[in-house]
């Protein structure tokens, strides 16, 4: 009856990965650095894993790969940003109704 809300780990971590599969990756950039990066998950179901760590650690491993790869969001990112460094800057995740989700 409550297996729906009771899935095993492996299950939410395969959500987590397909939410962040489906994200979309939104960088900052000023005066030629990154300064921050907004992630929007597409159905708000992310809230679903808040407290199940090992599902949040692998939405967020799925995220780092795609910022590394600059899969972002219908934004043109010039070749030269290669040089950009994404690291230490802060990723807020939205859900569909503009709530933060996530920050790390």
């Known amino acids: 009856m409550f297996k729906a809300f009771n899935l095993d780990i492996s299950e939410?971590?395969?959500s987590c990965q397909?939410?962040?599969e489906q994200a979309s990756i939104e960088p900052f950039i000023e005066q030629c650095r990154y300064v921050g990066?907004?992630?929007r998950?597409?159905?708000g179901e992310l809230e679903r894993y808040w407290r199940v760590?090992?599902?949040i650690?692998?939405?967020k491993q799925v995220i780092e790969r795609r910022i590394e790869a600059k899969d972002f969001t219908d934004l043109y990112i010039?070749?030269?940003s290669s040089e950009l460094d994404p690291c230490g800057v802060?990723?807020?995740?939205?859900d569909s109704k503009e709530r933060v989700v996530v920050i790390w």
């Open 57 to 59: 650690s692998t939405f």
């Open 41 to 43: 998950v597409p159905d």
């Open 90 to 94: 802060p990723r807020v995740v939205f």
């Open 18 to 20: 397909r939410l962040a």
């Open 12 to 14: 939410q971590m395969a």
């Open 53 to 55: 760590t090992k599902a």
């Open 78 to 80: 010039h070749p030269a």
């Open 37 to 39: 990066f907004i992630i």
